[in-house]
């Protein structure tokens, strides 16, 4: 998971990235996330390279690009439906003539790509190993699956609940795990998880 700052960093060099067709110098980073300081930023970035989620070529001024992982253009790819499977009473396969839109159901602008570690959220079917789609905001909604951010360092993925006394808790989709309730001011919303990906 990333820090704030990390994935500050990472939403600008996406959206960049996006809007301008080239990476961006650090300069430019450090200015777009409110930085003077571009060692700061260089840290940033070296721990992106890290998490896999960007590669470096040395000796090159816009020397950033996304990894292959996360540069896949979604908003290409389509799949054909071949009909619908029973998963509780037997039916019968009837193909289609039609295709889901991976762009339309998960592509869009602030949206990013968490790989999940840990079983936290079982039962809400998100199981370690899985990619989840998330929104970029700073707001949720009661209820909603969201990762946040403790003390702006521990980032999680959990369903967040607001309550009456003004403290927010964590909660886990998995009864080995607690749920964490803490003073809202401790806890900072990174995004909301609009989709899902998993591969067998």
């Known amino acids: 998971m990333l820090t704030e700052r990390q994935q500050d960093t990472y939403n600008f060099i996406v959206q960049y990235i996006e809007q301008q067709g080239r990476s961006p110098l650090l300069s430019e980073v450090a200015k777009g996330i409110g930085l003077s300081s571009q060692g700061s930023v260089h840290n940033y970035i070296q721990a992106l390279v890290n998490e896999g989620l960007i590669t ?38 009837i193909p289609d003539e039609d295709e889901i839109d991976l762009g339309g159901m998960f592509a869009g602008k602030g949206r990013f790509v968490l790989k999940v570690n840990g079983d936290s959220m079982i039962d809400k079917a998100i199981m370690s190993g899985d990619w989840v789609v998330v929104q970029s905001q700073q707001t949720a909604n009661h209820g909603d699956i969201v990762v946040a951010l403790v003390d702006g360092f521990d980032a999680t993925l959990k369903t967040i609940l607001f309550n009456d006394d003004r403290t927010i808790t964590l909660m886990p989709a998995n009864d080995n795990y607690e749920p964490v309730t803490l003073p809202a001011e401790r806890i900072s919303i990174q995004g909301v998880i609009v989709g899902q990906l998993r591969t067998y």
């Open 56 to 93: 470096r070529s040395v000796g090159r001024s816009r020397g950033l690009s996304l990894s292959k992982e996360t540069n896949q253009d979604l908003a290409t790819v389509k799949l054909p439906v071949m009909g619908r499977i029973a998963a509780g009473r037997l039916i019968e396969a």
